[in-house]
């Protein structure tokens, strides 16, 4: 017997839908999630179920944990190293005011406070030449400076790094080596489209939930493996699709909307099945509700998403699908 197995953990109960491959026979089961082993709960419904993981070809998995963390302001102590001058591109954002006739509008604060962003000397201009040198011997200095805050994650987004790459990638080589505690990530290694403010955002809401999410995909992939798995562990990307285990460890925020875009590809092949091509999407959970439209059978991809909503909140650059997620707790309704 072999089959595949799916599981979502959410924020109040963690899923499992095992089918069989050969026979077609489906079995489901779900558990309490726990936050304090996210593991322990997959694991649960994995015995509930009777199910033998050296059997499984392969687990899809899906999680809001990222969504949620970003939204309940849950994540790691992070701070951001960038371009002299430049520290408070995460403040000024677009500069804008969304809604102009409110005037008790604010904007969400950074997920970084400014006390924990820190400037270093290097620039690139806008045509990618390199007009100041990236003064190495700063990073020493940076380094404790984090040391002594205790940070646990830390992003690196330089000006124009986009065009060049070449100073955040040695940047971040060197403090890696430095911080081998620290998850470390480059704005680079998540996009090399322009925009500061939304490269910046990306990179900080990466490290934001990078300790979190990569521990525990590390100790669940373990888990399983010591429960015999040999069969590929995938993960639920934001565009749709699937990722691996490994670059979702790394590049956490491609997980933003993992658990509801697969809620949403359902409610399209759910609808084609009965013959609607329009319906709205719509999924309650205990800590978000999330909605999404579906427009002649298909579903919108953006490549900016807006956590917290376009007004107040701030952007990832990625490739998500278009959902719209509002609320941090039970009862939440669009």
């Known amino acids: 017997m072999s089959y595949v197995i799916a599981i979502d953990i959410g924020g109040t109960f963690t899923d499992l839908v095992a089918c069989d491959i050969e026979s077609g026979a489906v079995a489901y089961t779900k558990s309490p999630t726990t936050y304090d082993k ?9 015995r509930k179920a009777a199910l033998n993981p050296s059997q499984a070809s392969f687990i899809k998995h899906g999680t809001t944990l990222v969504i949620n963390a970003l939204l309940q302001r849950a994540g790691a102590k ?15 954002g677009r500069g804008n005011r969304t809604q102009p006739f409110n005037l008790r509008f604010h ?8 006390e924990l962003r820190l400037e270093i000397t290097e620039r ?8 100041v040198a990236l003064a190495k011997h700063e990073l020493l200095d940076l ?6 805050a205790n940070v646990e994650a830390l992003a ?15 940047a971040a080589r060197e403090l890696r080596r430095l911080l081998p505690d620290v998850f470390v990530t480059a704005g680079t290694e998540l996009s090399r489209e322009w925009h500061e403010f939304e490269r910046t955002a990306t990179a900080a809401a990466n490290a934001y939930v990078g300790p979190q999410v990569s521990r ?9 493996r010591d429960g015999g798995f040999n069969g590929s562990l995938l993960l639920m990307g934001s565009h749709g699709g699937v990722i691996s285990a490994e670059r979702g460890g790394r590049e956490p925020i491609t997980l933003v909307e993992s658990g509801p875009v697969g809620g949403c590809i359902g409610a399209a092949s759910y609808g084609q099945t009965l013959g609607v091509e329009n319906l709205v999407a719509f999924d309650m959970g205990g800590t978000t509700a999330k909605c999404a439209m579906i427009e002649r059978g298909r ?13 107040a909140g701030f952007p990832i650059r990625g490739n998500v699908i278009d959902i719209l997620e509002v609320g941090v707790g039970g009862g939440s309704i669009a």
Do not use: M, W
């Open 156 to 170: 690196i987004s330089f000006l124009n790094s986009y065009l060049t790459p070449d100073h955040e990638q040695e």
């Open 38 to 46: 996210l593991g322990d709960a997959i694991f649960d419904c994995i």
């Open 143 to 148: 380094a404790q400076t984090l040391r002594s």
């Open 216 to 224: 525990y995909i590390a100790e669940f992939d373990s888990g399983l």
């Open 78 to 92: 992070t701070a951001l190293i960038t371009t002299k001058g430049f520290r408070d591109v995460l403040e000024i």
């Open 107 to 114: 904007r969400e604060p950074p997920l970084i406070p400014r």
């Open 124 to 131: 690139i201009d806008g045509t990618g030449q390199v007009r």
């Open 299 to 311: 579903y919108a991809v953006e490549s900016i998403y807006h956590v917290g909503g376009p007004d």
